[in-house]
């Protein structure tokens, strides 16, 4: 049995048990540092046990120094409870955190577009090479988009342009136009020859959005009507402008095709940028990317605009301007110019 009459047991004893406490480096060390300091075994409840053998007067004395010494050993439990409770969390919460930065916009200014720049970049390529640039409605007439470009109604050769019509006058009359050749038309009824113009801008098929199509994209349009212009010409033009905006490595070939606006027309194709020619699944092997479209205008697309076929003579082109993006850059699917992904477009 302790000697209870002596104070320093009572001291010694908190002493022991605060030395315990500050040393418990757990919630779960300090559950047992709690039963040894303060519990039914622990020292200060034997000294407790003592007190019965005493005086009165000494029992009441002894008692509240004891009663005391737990109280402070207590709270100081108590504290370092929360206290380790709260670091313990804070441990725990650092280690589960997920890094979610990636899907955080980047914080400063944005920029144009890819598809927008370019544009821009194309526009650039032929002012250097003295043509204007000139612009049309989205929404157009079927008489711009086809009828003025010697396609009239039930030709056959509007299925090469799958085309969204609009509620708007008599059915079938106006549409969202399916290329930029519209333009030509315009720019021929608004000025007199020469023409020297290009025309950007978006244009609308009902396709589905896979690889190499988008419902919604973008070409530039070509036309000069000047006297004396030649397929050669053209073929120069097309060339120049490969060069100028892919760089001297790749190069331009017209083949054969079909057009109703240009006679004689041919497909413009250009070295594949990906495999350089040598053949890749992008190009399907050939080594060949078609970018669009070029011809000399037709006699009948004069007449509908009323310049004289006699005097002048001209050729037009067009081309998407996604493709060039795709094929400047190395981009497999053009989806992702229409996805907005940050990541996408802050490459760029
Ligand atoms: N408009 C044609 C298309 O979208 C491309 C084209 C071909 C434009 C020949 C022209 C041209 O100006 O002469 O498929």
Redesign the pocket.
């Given at each position: 049995m302790p000697d209870v009459s002596d104070v320093s047991d009572v001291a010694l004893a908190e002493t022991e048990g605060q030395a315990r406490i500050d040393a418990a480096d757990s919630v779960e060390a300090l559950r047992a540092v709690e039963a040894e300091v303060v519990g039914r075994r622990s020292r200060l409840a034997s000294l407790q046990q003592g007190l019965a053998g005493l005086p009165p007067d000494e029992r009441r004395s002894r008692g509240r120094q004891l009663n005391e010494a737990r109280a402070r050993l207590q709270a100081s439990l108590d504290l370092r409870r929360v206290e380790m409770g709260k670091s313990e969390r804070r441990a725990r919460l650092e280690s589960e955190r997920l890094d979610l930065t990636e899907v955080l916009p980047r914080p400063g200014p944005g920029h144009l577009h890819l598809v927008t720049q370019t544009q821009a970049e194309l526009e650039d390529v032929f002012v250097g090479m003295g043509f204007t640039v000139a612009e049309g409605p989205e929404a157009e007439t079927d008489w711009h988009n086809f009828e003025a470009?010697n396609i009239p109604p039930g030709h056959p050769a509007r299925s090469?342009?799958d085309t969204f019509y609009l509620r708007l006058g008599p059915p079938g009359s106006t549409l969202l136009r399916?290329?930029?050749?519209p333009v030509?038309i315009r720019v021929m009824q608004s000025q007199p020859p020469p023409i020297f113009i290009v025309a950007p801008g978006r244009?609308y098929r009902r396709d589905t959005p896979d690889a190499r199509h988008l419902p919604v994209f973008h070409?530039i349009?070509?036309?000069v009507v000047d006297r004396g212009v030649s397929f050669a010409d053209l073929s120069g033009t097309i060339e120049a402008f490969t060069t100028a905006y892919f760089g001297p490595a790749i190069h331009s070939r017209l083949r054969p095709?079909y057009?109703p606006?240009?006679e004689p027309?041919?497909e413009?194709e250009i070295n594949c940028t990906i495999c350089r020619g040598a053949g890749c699944r992008t190009c399907s092997g050939t080594g060949w990317v078609e970018l669009?479209?070029?011809?000399?205008?037709d006699p009948n697309v004069f007449a509908a605009v009323g310049i004289d076929d006699e005097e002048w003579s001209g050729?037009?082109?067009?081309?998407?301007i996604d493709r060039c993006a795709q094929m400047r850059h190395g981009i497999a699917d053009m989806r992702v110019l229409l996805d907005n992904d940050i990541r996408f477009l802050s490459q760029f």
């Open positions: 470009l090469m342009w399916a290329h930029t050749s030509q244009a070409q349009e070509g036309l095709s057009f606006f240009t027309s041919a413009y669009g479209g070029a011809g000399m205008v050729f037009a082109f067009g081309f998407g």
